[in-house]
């Protein structure tokens, strides 16, 4: 499904990157009295997804990537090895 390209809600082309998540607007909105939100600032293009966190320790080193020759979804860039004890 990689490179797969979408229409998204938000009127836009969503992809499906190497590690399977999708590129997509982000949107900051504020709540009004009805109940209904008014965006107050929207990305000016498509965000792509990430897997893991590079703020977080424990995953600032990993990808993923299910493309080749990688295919793990927790491949260490530093180790150069998955984590997975399973993958294709």
């Known amino acids: 499904m990689i490179g797969i390209r979408q229409p998204n809600l938000t009127g836009g082309v969503a992809e499906m990157l190497p590690d399977h998540h999708l590129t997509k607007p982000v949107y900051i909105g504020e709540i009004q009295d009805d109940g209904q939100f008014a965006v107050v600032w929207k990305t000016p293009a498509l965000v792509p997804g990430q897997a893991w966190s590079p703020w977080v320790p ?19 860039t530093v180790t150069k090895t998955c984590l997975s004890k399973k993958h294709a």
């Open 58 to 76: 424990e995953t600032k080193d990993l990808i993923g990537d299910w493309s080749k020759p990688i295919v793990c979804g927790n491949y260490n």
